[in-house]
Structures are given as C-alpha cells and as structure tokens.
C-alpha cells in the first residue's frame, strides 16, 4: 500500500498549481477552476482544491458521486528528496524568492527545510532519515 494522493485548499487554483509547477516541476493531469491534480515523481498526486469548492458532492457525468471534502488553516506537508539534493533545493528556493523559515537536523540523520506556499501552507523538503522508513 502506498498514499496516492494529498490535497490541499486554496484562494487560487491556477496560481497555487503555478507555483509548485514552476518551484518542483511537476506535470499537470489535469485543471479546472475548481481543482488541478499534480503528477509528483510519477508515483503520487497532488491535488490542489479551491477552498469551500469541494464542500458539496460532485456528480460525474455518469452519475457516480465524489463525497464533500474541505480542509482548513495552513496544512502541513513534505517531499522528500535524496541527501545530495537538499543544497540544490535551497539554492532553487532562494532564485525563486521563496524564503526559507526553519531548517531541522534530525536524530536519525536527516535534514528538512520549510517555507510557505502562496496560501500559508507549510512545505517541507526532507531528506532520507527523519523517519524510520524514510
């Protein structure tokens, strides 16, 4: 078993997928004004949902029901990276701008950085030792 997908709420759909397009690169499946789905490393989806656009059900076109769903505050999520890279990631977010809030090295050996999305959203790029399965 593995986690498929993570989703996250937002006040703009395409500047949101625009931002991790453009700091990550990840591959569009697919945009509408409600939502935009990620392809991350071909392994994982990320979607990314308007706030309060996902708090009735949607009927597809052949009837079947997606449930609502919503989250709220400023979410908390990480990709992890391999250990040589993290030099290159914080290289990458400071030509982009984007400042970086806290570094953690961990017990196990491994390193995280966080910044914030266009929302608030806390982004963390972990290497290889912040768990015991990763």
């Known amino acids: 078993m593995r986690l498929l997908e993570s989703a996250i ?11 991790y397009q453009r700091l990550f690169g990840f591959s569009k499946f697919v945009q509408d004004h409600r939502f935009c789905a990620l392809n991350v490393g071909d392994q994982q989806t990320f979607l990314i949902f308007l706030k309060n656009g996902t708090r009735v059900p949607l009927t597809l076109p052949d009837g079947q029901v997606i449930p609502p769903h919503f989250g709220a505050g400023n979410l908390h999520f990480a990709f ?3 250990k040589d890279e993290l030099a290159h990631w914080e290289k990458r977010l400071a030509e982009l701008g ?3 809030e806290s570094r953690v090295h961990w017990t196990l050996g491994g390193n995280s950085i966080y ?3 266009p929302d ?10 912040i768990w015991p399965i990763y």
Request: no cysteine; proline share 0%; net charge negative.
């Open 115 to 117: 910044f914030r999305d």
């Open 80 to 82: 992890g990276i391999e």
């Open 9 to 19: 709420y937002v006040d703009d759909v395409a500047r949101s997928a625009e931002f």
């Open 98 to 100: 984007i400042a970086i």
């Open 120 to 129: 608030g959203h806390l982004v963390e790029i972990a290497t290889r030792g």
